[in-house]
């Protein structure tokens, strides 16, 4: 089992900052990719950035330019900076990895309990 815990969510102004963290624990072989979802209330979720294990990134078009994904395997965390955030990037922020338990398991997706983003003046 795989455990995901998010930190980092809260209120923001227009034009404020926030940056997420993300730390997995438990069976974990290799955490294939790590990434970002985006749900804003009544509304699909989305992804806005992800990172593989070699480091390469994926943004939503949106937030290119304004988000940075990053990731430190030694502690098995993601993280994501946002800067000049705006009301439209409210919502419930969840982490998500795709994770193999064993050399030899597939993979798995697990999913984060999900953070509060609020940007509001």
């Known amino acids: 089992q795989v455990q995901l815990v998010e930190s980092g969510g809260g209120l923001v102004q227009p034009g404020g900052s926030l940056r997420l963290s993300c730390a997995a624990s438990g069976s974990i072989f290799s955490i294939n990719v790590m990434g970002w979802y985006r749900q804003a209330s009544g509304k699909q979720r989305e992804l806005v950035a992800a990172v593989t294990s070699g480091g390469s990134t994926n943004y939503a078009d949106s937030v290119k330019g304004r988000f940075t994904i990053s990731r430190d395997n030694a502690k098995n965390t993601v993280y994501l900076q946002m800067n000049s955030l705006k009301p439209g990037e409210t919502g419930v922020y969840y982490c998500?990895?795709?994770?193999?338990?064993?050399?030899?398991?597939?993979?798995?997706?697990?999913w984060g309990q999900g953070t509060q983003v609020t940007v509001s003046s």
């Open positions: 998500a990895v795709v994770v193999t338990t064993t050399p030899s398991a597939p993979e798995f997706d697990y």
